[in-house]
């Protein structure tokens, strides 16, 4: 059975607003043993998520080895997905269209590190594990956007 890592996507991505005046939710997991990243929408009332016979929807199903950490800056519209097989931390432009969510090009944001878990703060810096040589890292907004992968 596959551990699923979790990551709620609303607000500040999707614009869309509910009856209730929220914006549509979603839920993104990763799959490590499948090597992919899924999504799947969830109720506008906030009632609990059922697929009610709709499955699970591939979101980044390339590209990814073991997939592990996620984390999601709803202000930028980012993903990142810590896979440590890929030695990098990397991230995914995010973008919806009614109750379809998808991901532009990859891009490495941290390179030379083998990550698990991430977290992305209000500023759009980036913490992540750097496990085998047991250290907790930071990669900047401005290091992001200067390209600079070296963290």
């Known amino acids: 059975m596959a551990v699923l890592f979790l990551a709620a996507v609303g607000a500040a991505l999707f614009p869309g607003v509910s009856a209730f005046g929220e914006s549509q939710k979603f839920l993104i997991v990763s799959s490590a043993l499948k090597g992919r990243v899924a999504y799947l929408k969830l109720p506008a009332d906030g009632s609990p998520a059922v697929s009610n016979g709709e499955a699970m929807r591939t979101l ?3 590209g990814l080895v073991f ?3 996620l984390a999601v800056d709803e ?3 980012r993903l990142f997905v ?3 097989n890929l030695t990098g931390l990397v991230m995914y432009p995010l973008s ?6 998808s991901v532009g090009n990859q891009q490495i944001i941290a390179a ?3 990550t698990r878990a991430v977290a992305v703060d209000g500023l759009g810096n980036v ?3 750097d496990e085998p040589n ?3 890292m930071r990669v900047t907004s401005e290091m992001i956007a200067a390209g600079n992968t070296k963290p």
């Open 134 to 136: 047991s250290r907790i």
């Open 82 to 84: 810590a896979d440590p």
């Open 96 to 101: 919806s269209n009614g109750d379809t969510v």
């Open 67 to 69: 997939p592990q950490g």
């Open 75 to 77: 202000y930028r519209n």
């Open 127 to 129: 913490v992540f594990t």
């Open 112 to 114: 030379g590190v083998q």
């Open 60 to 62: 980044i199903d390339t």
